[in-house]
């Protein structure tokens, strides 16, 4: 069963930057579309970006120009550098194969972004 464990959250000042990891445990990474996901309180999850094997990314509207997915196929770990960081970014971070084109494997624990001054 392939693993997804997240890492790089914490709190961040408004404006601030975070870079997000997940790694994976499965070589079937490097094939799948992923996505990064985020879900707050008393809301639901929602897909911010993602990305496919071969490097094409998507962007969510409240995202877009602020985060950057990318990823490493040899290491297969996808990453989420976040800029310009606002409270409304506050939530909790998965990743997980884009949910558009693929099923979702287990989710991971994810890691807590909280942006707040």
């Known amino acids: 069963q392939v693993q997804l464990v997240e890492s790089g959250g914490g709190l961040v000042q408004p404006g601030g930057s975070l870079r997000l990891s997940c790694a994976a445990s499965?070589?079937?990474?490097?094939?799948?579309?992923m996505g990064w996901y985020r879900q707050a309180p008393g809301k639901q999850r929602e897909l911010v970006a993602a990305i496919r094997s071969g490097g094409s990314t998507y962007y969510a509207d409240s995202v877009k120009g602020r985060f950057t997915i990318s990823r490493d196929n040899a290491k297969n770990t996808v990453y989420l550098q976040m800029n310009s960081l606002k409270p409304e970014d506050t939530a909790h971070y998965y990743c997980?194969?884009?949910?558009?084109?693929?099923?979702?494997?287990?989710w991971g624990q994810g890691t807590q972004v909280t942006v707040s001054s």
């Open positions: 499965s070589t079937i990474f490097s094939i799948s579309p």
């Open positions: 997980n194969r884009d949910a558009r084109i693929a099923t979702p494997l287990g």
